[in-house]
């Protein structure tokens, strides 16, 4: 028998869906990268207007490139920390940070795009379709917040974004790269998987420790807190330094004291790491799959932490940060399907 009309079209649907969602996962990944590769060469500030359609076209002509760089070079960035900045170097940091937001535009239109393709013509359920729809809330809201971090660096005194204001546009970028994670492993990226109760509980800790540990790197960039202690497993000759508690109020050491950052990040790593060998233990005796996937885990968890030892005591050189950011992402990816694919025995 033929297919009826409508079951072709939801299986056309359903690859229609995974298609965009692995286009997607792709572009949010090297957005990802590129957002750090703009952290580390300082460029995040050299654009200091916020113009979502018309500046997505770059200076064209002299007088154009002369203006862009009068307007850097009144702000506090250029005064405190650039100041005589040669134009060469300022079309190098003013490329990263419009290739930075050109891939956010090119995200945007890819999502939206692919939103209404799928709405207009019935590809995906409405209860799908609405999931879309938040996840596109969800995306707007990360770069509305990445223009208030860039606000944030703009301000008198400031030679940077606000730290916390850039672990939270991270933070938003890797809940919607798991959001789409998810959302293909549900539309048939990958079958469900019966485990034990213990096995499902492991596997939401886990991301959620991940998600902890990228938030702690988060403000490690901001504040630069990699360039400080580059020696392991001691810093200044200690494993808990000195100088941890230094702010009042207490909880200001957790995101304002660099000597607490760092070491936050360390030990953060530490435990990570701990729980995903402990989790190798745990599930033993469950299938082959899910015992494959926790060494899979406790490969990529451990090619992490010598990145980011290697990342530290090298002084943070940008091709050794961007693999440590980037071996995050990949192990979030895997932490996200372990999570999503995992179903309690008798549900």
């Excluded at 096995?199 to 807190?225: C, K, M, N, R, T």
């Amino acid at each position: 028998l033929e297919p009826s009309a409508s079951t072709q079209r939801r299986v056309g649907g359903a690859r229609a869906v995974r298609a965009w969602l692995l286009l997607l996962i792709a572009l949010v990944f090297a957005m990802v990268l590129v957002g750090g590769a703009t952290r580390l060469t300082e460029s995040g500030l050299s654009i200091t207007e916020w113009q979502p359609v018309g500046g997505a076209i770059p200076p064209l002509g002299a007088s154009a490139w002369q203006e862009a760089f009068d307007l850097y070079r009144q702000s506090p960035q250029y005064e405190l920390l650039n100041s005589g900045m040669s134009f060469a170097d300022f079309q190098r940091i003013y490329w990263w940070e419009w290739a930075h937001r050109e891939l956010g535009r090119f995200i945007g239109l890819v999502y939206v795009a692919g939103f209404l393709w799928l709405a207009l013509r019935r590809m995906a359920p409405p209860r799908i379709l609405l999931i879309f729809a938040g996840m596109g809330l969800l995306l707007g809201t990360q770069g509305l917040v990445g223009w208030i971090m860039v606000a944030s660096g703009l301000q008198p005194g400031m030679t940077a974004v606000a730290p916390v204001k850039l672990t939270l546009h991270l933070i938003l970028a890797c809940l919607f790269f798991a959001a789409l994670v998810t959302m293909l492993v549900r539309q048939g990226g990958a079958p469900p998987e019966r485990a034990s109760s213990k096995a499902v509980v492991w596997g939401w800790l886990l991301l959620a420790l991940a998600f902890v540990q990228i938030a702690l790197g988060g403000l490690v960039a901001g504040h630069d807190a990699g360039l400080t202690y580059n020696s392991w497993p001691l810093m200044d000759g200690r494993f808990v330094p000195e100088g941890l508690s230094l702010l009042d109020p207490a909880w200001l050491n957790l995101i304002d004291n660099v000597t607490a950052i760092q070491f936050n990040h360390r030990i953060g790593a530490y435990v990570l790491a701990a729980a995903v060998l402990a989790h190798l233990i745990a599930v033993r005796r469950e299938g082959p799959e899910l015992r494959g996937r926790a060494r899979l885990m406790a490969a990529l968890v451990l090619a992490q932490v010598v990145l980011g030892i290697a990342t530290l005591v090298q002084g943070v050189p940008i091709g050794l940060a961007l693999a440590h950011q980037g071996m995050a992402l990949i192990l979030l990816l895997v932490l996200v399907v372990v999570a999503v694919i995992l179903k309690k025995r008798g549900h």
